[in-house]
């Protein structure tokens, strides 16, 4: 996940080829990109391997980064994208510009079971959560309508479902677990909404400057405060109604004039090199069981008892209209 708001740009050559080696270029969100996030290792670890120049380019969100291919067309530079989810993927999957990842998915461990998409390959996980301080919040709420009946100077900031994947998330979290009544529960909560941003960055930097209660984040986001700061004050609110599932997936460009070290890119997400770097890089669940296992902090995190999905193609079909209700409903 993303623990500094930022913005990382990238200037890269068009050719396929940088000093006799070939190019693989890599659209991504801005913290995957980062120097913190799981980008760096896997770029010095997969160039150990491939004789190439792997180049990651960002945006400041993975929505952005689709959206960036969707103008450049066949003529895109990437070879492939990093950081859809199955949220996204039909829209994605829609635009025709995406080739068949060829990938041995056999050791894909995911809450969901089997991996089975021919075209994007998932590579981590985690659950939506609202995130808060044990110190500012003694007694969080246990579901979205104790939430809401809190006093309104309890207040949460969240993502706006047009940019952002998390935000994304929480509407078809909400959708999913109130179905005709998802409206009642949106109008419950804009008396507690602070602001709502364009990505998850932005959003939890001002949780951290105590100008919300609570912010819309992972289950496992309360790991990085733990292991890399070695501060145990914040947890994530265990909600009745379960929490959704996010799947982090990668797709190969068909325009792509490297399609096997594309794919061979892709296997590389699934080995144990890359999968040991995501939990304590992108503050997530690996796609796959490895031998090292999690790290220690990631045991004590809250594992939701029910998981919430609603299949890709579904989402796709009704997003818009969730979208402009949404919109609707809290005057964005």
């Known amino acids: ?5 930022l913005i990382f740009t990238a200037l890269i050559s068009t050719a396929t080829f940088a ?10 969100y801005d913290a995957f990109a980062a120097d913190w996030g799981p980008a760096p290792g896997i770029e010095k670890a997969f160039e150990e391997t491939c004789n190439c120049d792997l180049v990651f380019v960002a945006a400041d969100s993975s929505i952005g980064a689709l959206r960036k291919i969707q103008l450049e067309g066949p003529q895109t530079s990437a070879d492939l994208i990093v950081g859809l989810d199955t949220n996204i993927a039909e829209a994605a999957r829609a635009t025709g510009l995406f080739a068949e990842h060829g990938a041995d998915t056999s050791k894909v461990t995911l809450p969901t079971g089997d991996w089975s998409d021919k075209t994007f390959l998932p590579f981590d996980y985690s ?8 110190e500012n919040v003694a007694t969080p709420p246990t579901s979205f309508e104790e939430l809401i009946a809190l006093p309104a100077d309890f207040k949460i900031v969240i993502q706006d479902p047009r940019s952002s994947t998390p935000g994304l998330g929480l509407l078809l979290w909400i959708q999913q677990a109130y179905g005709d009544k998802a409206n009642d529960i949106w109008k419950g909560l804009q008396p507690h909404i602070v602001t709502v941003t364009k990505g998850w960055s932005d959003a939890y930097g001002l949780f951290l400057k105590d100008e919300a209660d609570m912010v819309l984040s992972y289950t496992t986001s309360p790991a990085y405060h733990s292991i890399a700061e070695s501060d145990d004050r914040f947890a994530s609110a265990a909600f009745s109604e379960g929490h959704y599932l996010q799947i982090e997936v990668a797709g190969i460009l068909q325009s792509s004039k490297n399609q096997q070290l594309a794919r061979d890119f892709l296997q590389f997400m699934l080995s144990d090199t890359v999968q040991d770097i995501i939990p304590t890089t992108n503050w997530v669940y690996p796609a796959t069981s490895t031998e090292a296992g999690l790290p220690e902090g990631f ?12 299949d890709g193609v579904e989402v796709e079909k009704q997003r818009k209209s969730w979208i402009d209700q949404w919109v609707d409903t809290l005057g964005q």
Request: hydrophobic residues 45%; glycine residues 2%; proline residues 6%.
């Open 19 to 28: 000093q006799g080696k070939p190019v693989l270029t890599v659209y991504t």
């Open 299 to 310: 045991q004590s995190l809250h594992l939701p008892e029910k998981t919430l999905l609603i």
């Open 127 to 134: 659950y939506f959560a609202f995130v808060y301080n044990k």
């Open 1 to 5: 996940m993303k623990f500094i708001s």
